[in-house]
């Protein structure tokens, strides 16, 4: 493959081993996601630290390996400050006989989002983070990908509020209810995914105006026990909605909802009183007036209503940020959504990924320069 010098090194907690380039030392484990383990290291060719995600056997089966290429692929077409970043892609194997593991090397980032929701955050911070998943989803938007699984466990922060997302979502060909291992998250999901209508790029306001409402609340918003539940629970806290989105549903979906009572619908000042937001700062009540303005426009039920991303990026509550280059790039490239859709067995996998992570080194074999 290259003339890297491999080791083996024993992470504690990993169940695994990791085999990287000696460039790469002081491995330690730090998440355990559905592909592999991830560790962070120095890379002592740049000085900085890097994330090494492992992905053992991609190829073993079609979702694995759908889900192992997709994200390769997309790491390397997006590029983008708020969506992680490939900076090097080997396998220890030489050849395609020997070829189980891949090993993806990204930034590294201090915790994921999960780990923010409940701490004591500021105005500022708290519309930085929500400003930088905009940034991002916008962005992935103009490449032609909705995320459609967007959740604060792949969203992912450094001490000074830097944000990337770290994952691209769901592939289209991909129903909401996937088989194992991957578990799509309820709590984030738009009504119109939830009632079977069609949907489009909104269905990601709406889970980042969850994640923004979760970064306040201190708690989920809307923690559904199943699919039929998430539906109640939403309009159990923002009311039955009106007819003219009613009666765009499936007749069988509409008579279901007309059977149910009718929840009257409170007032954001009710759902999201003062206390919840940040206070003590200068202009902490009109930021909270802000703050809750866009919250309660992010989570309108009905598609047609909801702000679409420019407009969020255009809202009070996140414009000071505003940057050019950040919430207004396109990405250059469209996705081939064509990849998702092949179907191949473990076999020809393996050779695929094989074939992009060879290439890979033959375009960068030291990989490519931390930013
Ligand atoms: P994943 O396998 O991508 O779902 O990642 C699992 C977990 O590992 C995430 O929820 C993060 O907590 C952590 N993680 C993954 N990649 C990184 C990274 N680049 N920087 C920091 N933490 C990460």
């Known amino acids: ?81 708020n969506i992680i970043s490939l900076l090097n892609l080997f396998t220890p194997s030489e050849s395609i006989d020997g070829f189980t593991d891949m090993y993806v090397v990204m930034d590294l980032m201090d915790a994921n989002l999960c780990r923010v929701v409940n701490t004591q955050l500021d105005h500022e911070r708290v519309s930085y983070l929500l400003y930088q998943v905009l940034c991002a989803i916008r962005y992935m938007h103009s490449a032609g990908i909705i ?43 738009a009504p119109e995914v939830i009632l079977g209508m069609p949907y489009d790029e909104k269905v990601d306001v709406w889970a980042s105006g969850c994640i923004f409402a979760e970064l306040i609340k201190g708690e989920v918003f809307f923690p559904g026990s199943d699919h039929i539940d998430q539906w109640h629970q939403i309009t159990s806290v923002l009311g039955t909605p009106d007819d003219t989105f009613i009666d765009r549903l499936m007749d069988t979906v509409k008579t279901y909802i007309r059977s149910k009572p009718r929840v009257h619908r409170p007032t954001w000042e009710e759902l999201v009183p003062d206390h919840l937001f940040p206070s003590g700062g200068p202009n902490d009540a009109q930021r909270t007036r802000e703050g809750r303005d866009l919250m309660s426009r992010m989570l309108e039920i009905d598609p047609l209503k909801r702000l679409t991303i420019d407009q969020c990026l255009q809202h009070p509550y996140v414009r000071c940020w505003y940057r050019q280059e950040e919430a207004s790039v396109n990405c250059p490239e469209t996705y081939n959504h064509g990849i998702d859709e092949v179907e191949l067995n473990p076999e020809q996998w393996k050779e695929l990924i094989f074939s992009e992570v060879t290439e890979f080194q033959q375009k960068f074999p030291t990989g490519h320069t931390p930013v």
């Open 1 to 81: 493959m290259s003339d890297t010098e491999f080791y083996s090194t024993t992470v504690p907690r990993a169940d695994t081993d990791f085999t990287v380039p000696k460039r790469y030392s002081e491995l330690k484990m730090i998440g355990r996601g559905a592909q592999g383990i991830v560790c962070s290291a120095l890379d002592t060719q740049y000085g900085v630290k890097v994330a090494i995600k492992k992905f053992m056997k991609p190829f073993q089966t079609q979702i694995h390996a759908k889900r192992a290429f997709r994200e390769i692929k997309l790491m390397q077409l997006l590029r983008h400050r």
């Open 147 to 189: 995320h459609r699984d967007l959740k604060p466990s792949n969203i992912v922060v450094k001490e000074d509020c830097s944000l990337k997302i770290l994952d691209f979502g769901l592939a289209r060909n991909v129903g909401n209810f996937m088989m194992t291992p991957y578990v799509v998250t309820r709590y984030y999901r």
